[in-house]
């Protein structure tokens, strides 16, 4: 059972249980995006509020299973109060670490302390099909900044 | 419960399959999602090898014996087919297609092109798969017409209050014989009867029934039945449509290409005698001889013990799934098992299905999580997903006891 062990880890199932950030916000500078995984019937909504390009605050709205609301949840934290550019930096960070970089072939050694509790998800990586799952919430959110970017 | 007899045969008739001898000799492996696809016994594998070996060349083009040969052996399977549904006219009635989900789009491109219009009504159901929803949305995208969907109640059972009146709009209804998610049995027979009655034809979508139940598509009075092969022990790769000869012979072509025509000039086309202009380019061979070679096993096993047999385990794990995990489990769909077939969804109390799947897999229980392609029907439940736990021939209360075991465990991993 180790390798569910791994998929599983604490801090996971706290944030699938606990989720941080949970609700929704509105106003001018708010950008919301739905992101949906038709796999496996994921909803995850992504509401980030932008200002001077930076994000100054997020909140989520969605069901899923533990691997995309504890991602969701890990993320909200770890990009909250920064900037545009370093959020990017923080989603490559995160992909490479889930070998889902296209360039990348195999999962890459992360520096653990630049990507702090978002190392728990890196279990994700022995479970292919849950890799989608773990990406959800990111890939909905670089929408939502995109949209921020462009307007 | 099973009777002694049955259970002696399933117990016997496992070995057939070669896959459980394979796996289970490295790790545990309890197959509950025969709804998916099934397995193969080694009948069917051959059937499939021996033609590759012996007897392969295209069909209905040579003059040559090998050619000749291969037409047989795919000709034999459609024959066969259709002796196996009930068919007047087994070798004219049944379409291959490529699995249940062309069939139905055959029907909707080819029957509901020259049936509707844009003061049409289509009657489908809240409890349709995708493959009997999405066909029918495309076609009203192109002509305009109005769908309109029986709803289930809490037990998904169809509520047929507004039945005759919906009908008397309706110029089709479509409608599965047993639910991908519920398992409910929908009455079928009576619904043609009354579809009938209204001039109403009805398009039945087979895929989960026909491999678990003796069919006989004039007892049904079904018009249009899609069948797959996938899930009656045979290959992925071939599925087929049945219809009344009257009713192919109105239909248009959909697919066009080499075989369905009989005569192509560069100002048109003729199309092809039924069953053949609906079956353009190269067919599945191989896969319709390995189709034949199950249904043979079917019948030599016999429907009526299939059904028996899924009844009795789909009692067994009601039974077991409820007196174990007790509240921290819903199961959805007839609490009657007499009204449906050995399919099972169900959710684990907090833990979502994706994890319950994922936690099953380490105890080598295989289940299917999701929306099961019928996201209508999830949102009428209220969820996203299910579990859904699926059961066939080769199946046994031990991989009934397997899952609750792996579900206890799931829900301690979530809840300590």
């Known amino acids: 059972m180790n390798d569910l062990d791994d998929l599983y880890r604490e801090i996971i199932l706290d944030h699938y249980k606990n989720p941080r950030n949970q609700g929704v916000l509105e106003g001018p500078t708010v950008h919301a995006q739905e992101g949906f995984n038709p796999l496996c019937g994921d909803e995850v909504t992504i509401y980030a509020q932008v200002e001077d390009d930076v994000v100054v605050d997020i909140k989520i709205t969605g069901q899923g299973c533990s691997i995309s609301r504890s991602s969701a949840s890990l993320m909200s934290q770890a990009v909250k109060g920064k900037s545009i550019d370093e959020v990017k930096a923080t989603v490559s960070r995160f992909k490479r670490m889930i070998a889902v970089e296209e360039s990348e072939g195999e999962p890459e050694e992360v520096d653990l302390r630049v990507i702090g509790e978002l190392a728990a998800l890196q279990g994700v990586v022995k479970f292919p099909v849950r890799i989608k799952c773990a990406t959800l919430p990111w890939n909905t959110l670089m929408i939502a900044l995109e949209d921020a970017q462009a307007r | ?416």
Not at chain 2, 3 to 28: G, M, N, W, Y
Not at chain 2, 174 to 188: C, D, E, I, Q
Not at chain 2, 311 to 318: E, F
Not at chain 2, 325 to 354: C, N, Q, W, Y
């Open chain 2, 1 to 416: 419960m099973a009777s002694v007899e049955v259970t002696d045969q399933i117990d016997k008739l496992r070995s057939d399959f070669p896959i459980f001898a394979d796996i289970r000799a490295s790790r545990p492996f309890y197959y509950l999602d025969s709804a998916a696809s099934s397995q193969h016994p080694a009948v069917v594998i051959d059937a499939m090898d021996r033609y590759y070996r012996h007897s392969h060349a295209n069909v209905h083009r040579g003059v040559y014996g090998l050619a000749e040969e291969a037409t047989g052996i795919y000709e034999n399977a459609r024959k066969h087919l259709g002796r196996f549904i009930g068919a007047n006219d087994p070798s004219h009635e049944i379409v291959f297609t490529k699995n249940a989900t062309e069939a139905l789009n055959l029907v909707a491109q080819g029957l509901g092109r020259v049936l509707l219009t844009s003061e049409s009504h289509v009657l489908l159901t809240e409890m349709e798969h995708h493959a009997n929803l999405v066909p029918w949305m495309i076609l009203q995208e192109q002509l305009g017409f109005t769908i309109e969907y029986l709803p289930f109640d809490a037990e998904g059972l169809l509520v047929l209050d507004d039945l005759d009146a919906m009908l008397e709009r309706a110029s089709i209804l479509g409608v599965t014989l047993m639910s991908n998610v519920l398992g409910t049995l929908n009455p079928v027979a009576m619904l043609s009867e009354r579809a009938h009655q209204h001039d109403v034809l009805v398009v039945a979508d087979g895929a989960q029934f026909v491999p678990h139940f003796a069919t006989d598509v004039s007892e049904l009075g079904v018009d249009c039945l899609a069948i797959t092969a996938h899930k009656m022990l045979a290959p992925t790769g071939i599925g087929a449509l049945w219809a009344r000869a009257e009713i192919l012979d109105r239909m248009q072509p959909f697919l066009g290409g080499g075989e369905m025509i009989s005569d192509v000039r560069l100002d048109g086309f003729t199309a092809n005698e039924i069953p053949h202009k609906f079956e353009a380019g190269t067919p599945p061979i191989a896969e319709a001889a390995g189709w034949d070679a199950a249904l043979g096993y079917l019948e030599k096993v016999g429907m009526a013990t299939i059904s028996a047999h899924d009844r009795s385990l789909t009692n067994y794990a009601m039974i077991q799934l409820q007196e174990r995990l007790d509240d921290r489990i819903t199961i959805f769909g007839p609490p009657d098992v007499t009204k449906r077939g050995g399919v099972i969804s169900f959710e684990l109390a907090d833990v979502h299905p994706h994890d319950v799947a994922q936690v099953l897999d380490q105890h080598g229980v295989c289940v299917r999580a999701g929306h099961h392609c019928a996201k209508p029907l999830m949102r009428q439940l209220g969820v996203g997903a299910t579990a859904r736990a699926s059961f066939y021939l080769y199946n046994d209360e031990q991989d009934v006891d397997a899952l609750v075991d792996a579900l206890l465990d799931a829900y301690r991993l979530f809840h300590d």
